[in-house]
């Protein structure tokens, strides 16, 4: 056997293995454009380590409510305090990244800047952490969200799966948990209440919110007033047309 044939050998079975990552990443994210997941890979994660770490039986909390029974001004308060370019960018803000990258270089720390379009696929389809290889993932799949899905369905997926709370996943089960009432009631308040615990909920709690909770709660609230009340959300319609 030739030198080149001993080399294309390897070479073939690296492509083979990436025409079939491609494939499966390409279809699984289309099967969830359609398919509403019961279960996200970070729910999953915590799910197991709280089991090795033997807690007792560990359960998760979570309910998918449809984008119809959703609140606007519950929607518009995530959007608010997570990701308010989400209407406009594809999928990365490179603003924010740019702000993010001069905050360190001043001196500052290093803040996240990922979009709503990256938690989603990071919540959906991968583990925490912040290793290269979950970021390289996360830009993938993000790329394709933002080209098979709209972006009423990316927000819808999002507010499905983000924690709000120890064990507790999605607008459907925080509503009842926190607020003991369907998502389809909770009120502007509670909304931006539970947008503020979105960055951290290990640390900003719902059950009890702190002073500091309260206070991030006020300034989404104002957010959501400047970018036009509810009516923001129309420009996630127009961005597909």
Known sequence: MSARRKRAGPLRWVARLMLVFLLLSVGLVALFRWVDPQLSAVMIQHWVAAHLEDKGRPYIYHEWVDWERIPGSLALAVLAAEDQRFPSHRGFDFVELRKAVETYQEGGGLRGASTISQQTAKNLFLWSGRDF????????????????????????????????????YGVGAASW???????????????????AVLPNPKIYRLAQPSAKVHRRAARIAAQMRNLGGVRYLEKLSQQQS
Do not use: S
Request: charged content about 25%.
């Open 133 to 168: 290889l979950r970021k390289g993932l996360e830009a993938w799949l993000t790329l394709l969200m933002e080209a098979l899905w709209p972006k009423e369905r990316i927000l819808e997926v999002y507010l499905n799966v983000a924690q709000f709370g120890p064990d507790t």
């Open 177 to 195: 948990r926190f607020f003991q009432r369907p998502v389809e009631a909770i009120e502007p308040g509670q909304a931006a209440l539970m947008a």
